[in-house]
């Protein structure tokens, strides 16, 4: 399986539904896809009745992978080792044709856990991709795309990590479904939390403060890019809608309405950061 993770081929999660990783989130999980097995192995977000089978394992995961999507996920994270937030930007190309509420769910999954004896006859053995926190809670956040197509909605919610786990062993996994049929439209993982620290793509050290925040609606984005290059500064309502615009170094910006904005940075090279800014009228 780790060829496929390595890959990005495949978003992992496994569920323990009772131990020391058993939480809300996994009773959640459990009960919309009707499973009790302990541990769960759940593939894009999609749990199939094939327990360890490797092959079948691997069946599932090409038979995934032969499907066409039409939804992209993109996930940065402001913040450290201790809390922070997680931005999330879906785009759809194209009308999903869902038959019920769409709605993204994600955790931070930590591996390499040395279970011991409360974990039962896994005791001794070397645990992968347990979720620990979920930033967009439990049961997620419904996304409501109506088009023009292609669309990008805009998401985002704070983590805070407990001392007892590893950060350094620590991934986010993403899925976007159809909470009426159960469809996964598409998953993202990433196996290191610090590779996308800040920044979407690339490994660039980028940089931008937005300010003030919260904002009556003026607000200014101060940008570095290595090598003086010039970018773009883009300004986005939490539908997804560009509000502004500006080349970047120094931009300022007015916004009518309150809310909170998401202000991305995009460099030549493709890396981005994005912040986030309040604006109450």
């Known amino acids: 399986m780790q060829s496929y993770v390595n890959s990005g081929d495949m978003a992992p999660m496994t569920l323990f539904y009772n131990g020391p990783a058993h939480w809300n989130f996994t009773n ?3 009960s919309f896809y009707g499973t009790g097995y302990t541990p769960s192995f759940f593939c894009d977000g999609v749990w199939e009745n094939i327990g360890w089978d490797q092959a079948a394992c691997e069946a599932a995961i090409n038979s995934r992978l032969n499907v066409p999507s039409i939804l992209d996920i993109d996930v940065s994270v ?3 080792a201790t809390s922070g937030v997680v931005y999330y930007n879906i785009t759809a190309e194209e009308d999903l044709q869902a038959g019920g509420l769409v709605r993204i769910l994600s955790a931070l999954v930590e591996s390499d856990i040395s279970a011991n004896s409360s974990w039962g006859g896994y005791n001794g053995q070397t645990i992968h ?3 620990r926190i979920s930033p967009l809670g439990n049961a997620g956040i ?9 669309q990008t909605i805009s998401v985002q919610g704070e983590y805070t990590i407990d001392p007892s786990w590893d950060f350094e062993n620590m991934g986010i996994v993403v899925f976007v479904m159809d909470y009426e049929d159960k469809e996964v439209f598409n998953a993202y993982y990433e196996v290191d939390l610090n590779s996308i620290m800040g920044i979407e793509s690339g490994v660039e050290a980028l940089s931008m403060t937005v300010g ?5 609606g003026q607000f200014s984005a101060l940008c570095s890019i290595p090598d003086g290059g ?3 500064v883009e300004v986005f309502d939490l539908s997804g809608r560009t509000v502004a615009a500006a080349p970047s170094s120094s931009a300022d910006f007015s916004v009518d309405r ?3 904005y998401l202000v991305r940075l995009t460099s030549p090279q493709g890396g981005s950061i994005t912040r986030s800014v309040a604006v109450t009228r």
């Open 142 to 150: 419904t996304l409501n795309f109506e088009g023009p197509y292609p």
């Open 258 to 260: 309150s809310g909170l």
């Open 129 to 131: 991709w347990i979720p």
């Open 230 to 232: 010039t970018g773009t």
């Open 78 to 80: 402001g913040g450290d």
């Open 212 to 216: 003030p925040n919260p904002s009556s």
């Open 28 to 30: 959640l999980m459990s």
